[in-house]
């Protein structure tokens, strides 16, 4: 166990929807970072939030969506979702901006079918 | 902007064989430099890493040095195990705004008894 917590592990969808991933990060930790790991994209940085706040922003759709609440864990939101989002979704959390390391989850597979 | 570049394989050894990993990167400053190694079905977990020029990073018998001049972090081990078999990746820490992590596209790994 990492520390870090994503629910769920599974999520299988249609297209269309929408879904919530969660993840809750290390104890301690204020950073978290989501990332998409496709076949042919590989591993994707999409957002990033600190203690609350957004802090980057790298490929994420205008469709996806995700904010860190008071607790530091954190949601990321897919909507109008289509068979091209089907992946794996990771967290990982840092304790700061990750100059001491960074600490993934073992990831949501969402399949939209 | 930053890169990495790593070999994609995939590649298979038999046990006890010699693995080299390839990994070069672009970027400006002086970035961290990271291995995760990916287990099936699980996440990601931090292999070993090096902060500055000529830093060896090493663990579980995994070996990579930091080499400004050519730009590279290769991922070394002497005696591969069945245990070994997983998907590796190289992955560097960006400097400065979010400090995400840049990854290559990752090599599976299959070892052989």
């Known amino acids: 166990d990492s520390g870090v917590t994503q629910t769920p592990k599974h999520l299988i969808t249609a297209t269309g929807q929408r879904v919530t991933l969660r993840c809750s990060p290390r104890s301690g930790d204020l950073s978290v970072y989501w990332y998409q790991q496709s076949l042919d994209q590989g591993l994707q940085f999409l957002i990033q939030?600190?203690?609350?706040?957004?802090?980057a922003k790298g490929n994420i759709l205008e469709r996806f969506s995700a904010q860190q609440f008071p607790d530091l864990h954190s949601e990321l939101n897919l909507s109008s979702l289509e068979l091209g989002d089907s992946a794996l979704y990771f967290c990982?959390?840092?304790?700061?901006?990750?100059?001491?390391?960074?600490?993934f989850g073992s990831g949501t597979r969402l399949t939209v079918v | 902007g930053n890169s990495v570049t790593q070999m994609e394989g995939p590649v298979t050894l038999s046990e006890e064989a010699f693995l080299t990993i390839n990994c070069t990167y672009t970027a400006t400053g002086y970035p961290s430099l990271f291995w995760y190694v990916q287990y099936p079905g699980e996440g990601l977990q931090l292999l070993l890493k090096a902060t500055k020029a000529d830093d060896k990073g090493s663990n579980k018998g995994f070996e990579a040095t930091y080499r400004k001049e050519t730009t590279s972090f290769h991922l070394e081990k002497g005696s591969v195990q069945v245990s070994d078999s997983a998907v590796y990746f190289c992955?560097?820490?960006?400097?400065?705004?979010?400090?995400?992590?840049?990854f290559g596209k990752g090599m599976k790994l299959t070892v052989n008894p």
């Open positions: 990982a959390s840092s304790v700061g901006t990750g100059t001491y390391g960074y600490t």
């Open positions: 992955a560097l820490r960006e400097q400065g705004g979010s400090e995400k992590l840049v």
């Open positions: 939030y600190y203690n609350g706040e957004e802090r």
